[in-house]
């Protein structure tokens, strides 16, 4: 029988006290805290709707009544083309979205909301800009337009072939 091994507790290494922690100053991760925190308090209101989370997204993404390929609306919802494959098939069963094949290139496939799904997202669209313009006002209107001008920079910067991972 082996005697077992004391366990030593681990040390914290010493750090500037007056320097915040690498994560607490991390521009990709404060980018990301604060977008999970802000989406987290409205997806409680589409949880209501028994709608899945990425379903909402593809909804806000066609609410304007626009036609894009799978791959574009993938692209914007942050999935997969195969994950927003399959989400899109549940949204053609559940009513929600139209799919067709594209008129130039079979390979691509269009999808737009249907008439039940512009409808559901005009609801959403509206309690989504409800709760938007409650963190503007806790922002401040001044401070939120210049984030989203910087985000839409950020966005512009770095988005090319090697986004999206």
Not at 118 to 127: D, I, S
């Amino acid at each position: 029988m082996q005697a077992r091994r004391k366990v030593q507790p681990i040390a914290a290494a010493p750090r500037d006290a007056a320097a915040p922690a690498f994560i607490d100053d991390y521009l990709a991760y404060l980018l990301a805290r604060a977008s999970h925190l802000i989406s987290a308090e409205f997806h409680v209101v589409v949880r209501r709707t028994r709608l899945p989370v990425l379903q909402w997204r593809v909804l806000a993404t066609l609410a304007d009544a626009q036609v894009s390929s799978i791959g574009e609306v993938a692209e914007i919802v942050l999935v997969p083309q195969s994950t927003l494959t399959r989400v899109a098939a549940r949204m053609v069963q559940a009513g929600l979205l139209l799919r067709a094949d594209d008129a130039q290139d079979r390979r691509i496939t269009r999808v737009r909301l249907s008439a039940k799904g512009l409808k559901l997202a005009a609801r959403l669209v509206a309690q989504a800009r409800t709760h938007e313009a409650a963190v503007v006002r806790s922002l401040g209107v001044d401070d939120a337009t210049m984030l989203k001008r910087i985000l839409r920079r950020l966005i512009e910067q770095h988005a090319g072939p090697a986004a999206g991972g």
